[in-house]
């Protein structure tokens, strides 16, 4: 199972670039020919937030969001993957939200001006949760991938990768997260696709043990087995 809440907001937003130190960890063209950057800003030496930078098609700055927990401003928080559908876009990461470990957070933006922030939720699978990457799912809902150490059917020490499926408005669709790994070893997923079946997923990322790390690629048919 999974608690959902939503806990952020709105930071800053400007329409000029920042001099605080920043990484980028996404990219993708959006449906105006633009550009679309997610990462993380930091806010302060023990505090670091999410954006979202939309640029022109000239590569001028066109909107730029910075935003994150409301509850605790020391959070080290991430954006990992934005995806554009219709009408909005959507970011995914990870925060803490001052309950000590990281949640899966998912945030929506309207993806035309003033593209506000809609919503935010975060998805507590019990202990640590990072998500890494968001699509658009067969059903025209959003699946969310990543890794966890919440897996109670697993050794609690370890990382299994992870898929949820979510709507548009951020619930939980189905039966809740579904965990993918072994007893003893790491997995972590780190990309997510939807073949041009439409009937199957694949996710890639690495298998970890006390000897060796190896590239991981499994596939799942449309309910995630």
Not at 29 to 50: A, K, N, P, T, Y
Request: hydrophobic share 40%; aromatic share 12%; net charge negative.
């Amino acid at each position: 199972d999974s608690a959902v809440s939503n806990n952020c907001m709105l930071i800053e937003d400007v329409l000029t670039a920042t001099s605080r130190p920043n990484m980028g960890n996404d990219i993708i063209q959006s449906s105006d020919i633009g550009l679309v950057v997610v990462g993380d800003m930091h806010e302060s030496f023990i505090d670091r937030d999410q954006y979202l930078f939309k640029l022109k098609n000239n590569f001028n700055l066109d909107f730029n969001s910075i935003f994150g927990d409301v509850q605790n401003l020391a959070n080290n928080e991430n954006a990992y993957s934005v995806l554009e559908t219709n009408d909005a876009f959507y970011v995914v990461g990870a925060s803490a939200f001052g309950n000590g470990n990281e949640d899966v957070v998912v945030t929506k933006f309207s993806n035309t001006f003033p593209f506000n922030l809609q919503w935010c939720h975060n998805y507590d699978f019990g202990q640590i949760d990072v998500g890494r990457k968001i699509i658009l799912a067969a059903d025209m809902n959003l699946l969310v991938g990543g890794y966890t150490t919440s897996n109670l059917k697993g050794n609690p020490n370890d990382y299994d990768a992870f898929l949820l499926k979510i709507s548009p408005d951020g619930d939980v669709v189905g039966s809740g997260v579904k965990f993918y790994g072994d007893w003893y070893d790491d997995e972590f997923l780190y990309d997510l696709i939807l073949l041009e079946n439409k009937i199957n997923y694949v996710a890639i990322g690495d298998h970890q043990n006390s000897n060796s790390t190896d590239m991981l690629v499994f596939n799942t048919d449309l309910n995630l087995n």
